[in-house]
Every structure is written in structure tokens, then in C-alpha cells.
Nanobody
């Protein structure tokens, strides 16, 4: 049974930092491609960052140089370090996993429930 559980969200002032975690169970994170998405109120879900098996990241333009995606295959956990946060980063953040390298496409097979990030 595949499960993804996010944590680490919260409220922070602009310029602050948060670190999101996504614990995976039911599969090996080293064998799946994983990513972070976000959805703001009234907007479509958008890809934020993805990571492949070699650890190479892909970022959407608006978060480059501010966010860092990483994966700990031993802990089966995906991370998103978010620095220099802006009010426009406010959204629910979801992690996703799939056997295929979908990068920032939304067609991932497995999704977590999300964690709220609010930047004021």
C-alpha cells in the first residue's frame, strides 16, 4: 500500500524558511521518481520541483535559487528546503511519486494529502 505523508508546513513571514518532508511507505523511494507540487486557492496545481534517480533536480522558474529538493533513500523521505519565502509561495504543498520520470507534469500516480504553507 503506497502512502506519502507530508509535514513541515506552517506560517512564516516573508523572507523566512521552511523545510517540508514527505515520508514514503509501501515502495522504495530510490526506485521512484518524486516531486513537489503546490496549489494556491483558485489556481491549478503546479509542479515546483522534481528529482530523478541520480539526484538531479528540476525546478519551476519561480523557485529557482530559493528552493532545494533532496531525497534520502535510506529514510525513504523526500525534502523541500524553502528559503527566501514570498507571499506568492502560499499554497498547499503536495509530494508525488511515480515509476516514470514525469518531472513537473501533473500525472503522477501517487499523491500525499498536502501540507499548508502560509507566507505573510
Amino acid at each position: 500500500h503506497v502512502q506519502l505523508v507530508e509535514s513541515g508546513g506552517g506560517s512564516v513571514q516573508a523572507g523566512g524558511s521552511l523545510r517540508l518532508s514527505c515520508v514514503a511507505s509501501g515502495f522504495s523511494a530510490s526506485e521512484y521518481y518524486m516531486a513537489w507540487f503546490r496549489q494556491a486557492p483558485g489556481k491549478e496545481r503546479e509542479g515546483v520541483a522534481a528529482i530523478d534517480h541520480a539526484g538531479s533536480p528540476t525546478y519551476t522558474y519561480s523557485v529557482k535559487d530559493r528552493f532545494t529538493i533532496s531525497k534520502d533513500s535510506v529514510a525513504n523521505t523526500l525534502y523541500l528546503q524553502m528559503n527566501s519565502l514570498k507571499p506568492e509561495d502560499t499554497a498547499i504543498y503536495f509530494c508525488a511519486a511515480d515509476r516514470f520520470n514525469l518531472q513537473l507534469a501533473r500525472s503522477y500516480n501517487y499523491w500525499g494529502q498536502g501540507t499548508q504553507v502560509t507566507v505573510s
